[in-house]
């Protein structure tokens, strides 16, 4: 868990090493006239910065962002918080800032405190996920073997809890619930992951969370694929249930890391892009299964809406390639 001392951007390198930019900041998004939508699924395939790396022209600017440690867990780590910071900069129609880093690890905005706060962050093996909501958003992703999580059922449900326990890879996505809302609350396993109950089954649809020390615990839905589970813990503006969150539409991006050599053709950097989700593939699988579960409900409202919105006016995009 990242320590709450201050540090460079993790987007910024001293030099010479060549810095982390983004091509999304300063414009913000329009689409097509119709309302922002209340939740973002923001994802970003570990192939493609694989892919990237192995690129004769790139290997150097990537290896210099995850230089620190001389571990690819530094790159992730860092490209990650690049992410998370380029969409909140696309909230403010600014550049990408500062992150703040809290006791409790979460990066987020100057001026924003770690429970509910408006982004999160969160990444497996093979993917990385960012969700953004108004009213604060959490995320967590696994694709640990279900039996290993399984195996450690005691670590995170009561003696009650366990035996209600949902059999086969269910269970990993119990684990992702709790993960997600012990990360909204700002204080990460410090919640206790024990202590964090839902009012229903959060694979199955939008329920309310229960945590001792959160004044307002979020509301939990969590998505699965055949290989991963994708869990969002999302804010509510009251609570009275359900009902309160105005979020009718979810919209996924698709992220792909890109080399700019710049004007000499030299000392390149390494920036994100938006990008077209592949016809198949892993990461459009879990970006078909985000857009499957809608939005938290509002209360007096008809069907909600799920908009996949890949490409942004004025931005550039570089279809890439989906890795299966």
Excluded at 40 to 61: G, I, M, N, Q, T
Excluded at 110 to 127: K, Q, S
Excluded at 260 to 284: K, N, W, Y
Aim: include cysteine.
């Amino acid at each position: 868990m990242p320590d709450a001392r201050a540090e460079h951007p993790p987007w910024v390198m001293p030099a010479p090493m060549p810095a982390l930019v983004s091509r999304a900041g300063a414009e913000r998004r329009g689409h097509g006239g119709g309302p922002r939508p209340g939740l973002e699924c923001h994802l970003l395939s570990l192939a493609d910065l694989a892919a990237l790396r192995r690129d004769p022209d790139a290997v150097d600017a990537v290896d210099a962002v995850g230089r620190a440690g001389g571990r690819n867990r530094t790159l992730v780590r860092r490209v990650g918080r690049l992410l998370l910071a380029t969409v909140l900069a696309d909230h403010h129609a600014a550049a990408p800032g500062v992150l703040r880093v809290t006791a409790g690890g979460r990066p987020v905005a100057p001026g924003e405190r770690a429970e509910g706060a408006r982004a999160g962050i969160a990444h497996d093996g093979g993917v990385l996920v960012v969700g953004f909501h108004p009213a604060g958003c959490a995320v967590d992703v696994e694709d640990t073997p279900v039996s290993l999580i399984a195996e450690v059922a005691g670590r995170f449900c009561g003696t009650a809890e366990r035996r209600s326990l949902p059999a086969g890879a269910a269970v990993r996505g119990v684990w992702t619930a709790k993960e997600a809302v012990a990360k909204y609350t700002g204080l990460g396993l410090r919640a206790g992951l024990r202590t964090i109950t839902f009012d229903g089954d959060p694979l199955a649809g939008w329920v309310r969370s229960h945590h001792p020390g959160t004044r307002r615990p979020p509301l939990c839905r969590v998505v699965a694929t055949g290989r991963r589970h994708l869990a969002f813990a999302v804010g509510s503006s009251s609570s009275s249930g359900i009902g309160s969150v105005a979020a009718p539409v979810v919209e996924v991006h698709r992220w792909v890391p890109d080399l700019d050599l710049g004007a000499d053709g030299g000392g390149g950097s390494l920036r994100l892009v938006r990008a077209r989700l592949a016809p198949s593939g892993e990461l459009t699988e879990l970006a078909d299964a985000v857009g499957a579960v809608a939005a938290p409900p509002r209360t007096g409202t008809g069907p909600q809406r799920t908009r996949t919105s890949l490409t942004s006016p004025g931005t550039t995009t570089s279809p890439g390639r989906e890795h299966p």
